[in-house]
């Protein structure tokens, strides 16, 4: 073992104010957490941004911040992942497709992290709206706008997570 020689040396990054002008991204989970701040961000940045989230309450609440804050108007696109079908997602794609023409990100952001418990505790229902939320939606939502990204210069597509794994802890999952 070799211990460090110097501390890491955090830079800090100031992106160009328009780094993001006449882009056009959309931002799962856009109603909270870090998906919002992505929405906040990327409006401010310059990007049309298309918030999408279980419903339209929350997402209504970010689309004023950005608005108050004098960026464009913000698209508002509602779909619950752990319901949604093909249909659904090609639907939101096609909206997309016709308000504007192209996209150029697609940043993943929406998910659902319920509380960790033992495995004997589990209900098959929690844990396929688990896989429904968190992997096939985001596949689903991608493939449905893999021609709209296809469109755009250099596309990117994003998937965040959260930082729940990076700590160990011991669930007890055998029954007594």
């Known amino acids: 073992y070799k211990p460090m020689q110097a501390p890491i040396k955090l830079l800090s990054y100031r992106p160009?104010?328009?780094?993001?002008e006449h882009r056009v991204v959309l931002v799962t989970g856009a109603g909270q957490g870090l998906g919002k701040a992505l929405a906040l961000a990327s409006a401010a940045l310059g990007a049309h941004v298309i918030m999408?989230?279980?419903?339209?309450a929350k997402l209504e609440k970010t689309y004023d911040e950005i608005v108050a804050a004098s960026h464009a108007k913000p698209a508002i696109a509602p779909l619950d992942f752990a319901v949604a079908r093909d249909l659904d997602y090609e639907r939101l794609a096609q909206t997309i497709g016709d308000e504007f023409g192209r996209l150029d990100g697609v940043?993943?952001?929406a998910a659902w992290l319920p509380r960790l418990q033992p495995l004997a505790q589990e209900k098959l229902d929690d844990w396929l709206a688990l896989l429904r939320i968190n992997l096939a939606g985001?596949?689903?939502l991608t493939r449905a706008c893999l021609p709209l990204l296809c469109r755009s210069e250099d596309a990117?597509?994003?998937f965040t997570s959260e930082s729940h794994g990076k700590s160990a802890r011991t669930i007890?999952?055998?029954p007594d």
């Not at 160009?16 to 993001?20: H, K, R």
């Open 16 to 20: 160009p104010s328009a780094l993001l």
């Open 138 to 140: 985001p596949f689903a």
């Open 172 to 174: 007890s999952s055998l």
């Open 156 to 158: 990117s597509v994003i």
């Open 107 to 109: 940043v993943h952001c």
């Open 52 to 56: 999408h989230g279980r419903g339209a």
